[in-house]
């Protein structure tokens, strides 16, 4: 009970793009203008940063490729995402969490999925339930994975399972869990959820999420169904 009482809080970090027209959510461009995509990529940022932002945390990293905007909401800090592939992004992002708050567990996710609530975060990573395990990992419906969390995160162990990691394509998230694996870590299964990549994409997690910023943006666009099909 007592190492349960002294569990540090997690840190937390979504790793994002500055949602400018042409820069984000191309794949939803047609039916969208790269305005409208812009639009729906800050309206899933707000809704990640606002559930996150109600998840017990010790600190709340935004790992941004750009400018902050209107969409970040108190109690975030800004660090800006190094040079490189998404690997070595991914890896800095832990490496910076780990040297901001040695010993306390960080848990990353992106902008994709903002049908995301906080108890599918705040439960695993609780001091009682995050007992004995040493990651956590969230699958995507694509093959990729929308989380990722290290109990005890390292800039080495982040390069091990991060460097040179195939990103973006259907094997990546095995690739991710082998990788694990072979580090001997205990992993903690997250929901599978589905990022917003295409047009169908957006449609789906709307419907399943429809009192989101993401979801009522989407309505506001207007867009005919069989276009986002």
């Known amino acids: 009970m007592r190492a349960v009482l002294a569990a540090p809080p997690p840190t937390l970090l979504v790793i994002a793009k500055e949602p400018l027209p042409g820069r984000v959510k191309t794949r939803l461009t047609p039916p969208c203008t790269p305005e409208q995509a812009a639009a729906l990529a800050e309206a899933a940022l707000a809704d990640t940063l606002h559930t996150l932002g109600t998840v017990p ?5 935004l790992v941004l490729a750009g400018r902050p905007g209107r969409w970040l909401p108190p109690g975030w800090q800004v660090v800006p995402q190094v040079g490189g ?3 070595r992004r991914l890896a800095a992002a832990f490496a910076h969490a780990a040297a901001c708050a040695p010993g306390a567990p960080a848990l990353l996710v992106g902008m994709d999925t903002p049908q995301l609530t906080a108890p599918m975060l705040a439960e695993p990573l609780s001091p009682a339930a995050r007992t004995g395990f040493d990651a956590w990992y ?3 419906t694509d093959g990729g994975f ?3 969390g290290l109990a005890r995160p390292t800039a080495r162990l982040a390069e091990q399972l991060l460097a040179g990691l195939p990103m973006s394509v259907p094997g990546t998230g095995a690739a991710l869990l082998d990788r694990l694996a072979a580090a001997g ?3 903690g299964r997250l929901p599978e959820l589905t ?5 169908a994409d957006a449609r789906l997690v709307a419907a399943a999420a429809p009192g989101t910023r993401f979801a009522g943006r ?3 666009l207007d867009l005919a169904p069989e276009a986002t099909q």
């Open 57 to 61: 945390a010790g600190r709340r990293l």
């Open 146 to 148: 929308w989380a990722l």
């Open 195 to 199: 990022d917003v990549d295409g047009p």
């Open 185 to 187: 870590l205990t992993v």
């Open 218 to 220: 989407l309505r506001s």
């Open 138 to 140: 969230g699958p995507a």
């Open 85 to 87: 592939g998404l690997d």
